[in-house]
């Protein structure tokens, strides 16, 4: 039975995200920055997942993999930036609790998906250099489709596993998330159970896929470890916000440039592209 003091709690439904801080003559600069780095990031991978599609030449193991990674960092920015470009130019920055934990599944589940896609990636390219002869059997269609397919489907397994025992957890004091969108370690703090079930949770799959495949892709995992598995103190909070951004707004935004855009293949679809649009045009 609960107690007096549990019955009589008062419990949220309702978060207020605080943002990057509180800099009201800021916001304009901040939305047009972010709205800029949005429509960049969605044009950019939009154009890799064309070229991939229509173009023969990029039928490739490692092209398939581009094109699911340009896909995923797609519906990765969509999850997070509208809301914040919301929040900066009304000032709204409420977000309900079920928002709040759907933003955190598809951010989560995306987050996990890139972590076994980039792994996979790398087993791609460990096959076409260190076993070239082989390369052909090992990463047939059928493995390459696997490959992607598991990534998928255990990013978005794992995160439900976190989110169901997020949703179990009572917030029931402050309601304002010291974020600029829902992470789990700000929501755990603000929640009124004994959060040590939770982190021990969050601690063990961010083993399973971050960690590990730290071993294979170590750049791009450092900011999450520095998010995730440090501690939190005053002195490192804001910079965790900072980190965060890094890999929820820039990575996006350069992945095509890093991993597609200079490729010289990449660059005669492009001029492809451009001479049957100017045919078409002149025609």
Known sequence: MASPERENQT?????????????????PLLFLLFLAIYLATMAGNALIMGLVLLDRHLHTPMYFFLGNLSCLETCYSSTILPRLLAGLLTGDRTISLAGCLSQYYFFGALLATECLLLAAMSYDRYVAICNPLHYAARMSSRACLQLASGSWIGGFLGNSVTTLSLSQLTFCGPNG??????????????????????????????LIFSFVPFLVVSVYYGTLLAVYMFPTTDLLRHFKKVLSVAYTVLTPLANPL????RNREVQEALSQARR??????EA
């Open 11 to 27: 419990f949220i439904m309702e978060f207020l995200l605080q943002g990057l801080g509180d800099f009201p003559e800021l916001q």
């Open 177 to 206: 998330i010291d974020h600029f969108f829902c992470d789990l370690v700000p929501l755990v703090k603000l929640s009124c159970d004994d959060p040590r079930q939770m982190e021990t949770l969050a601690f063990a799959l961010s």
């Open 258 to 261: 890093i991993y597609s855009l």
């Open 276 to 281: 049957t649009s100017l045919g078409a045009v």
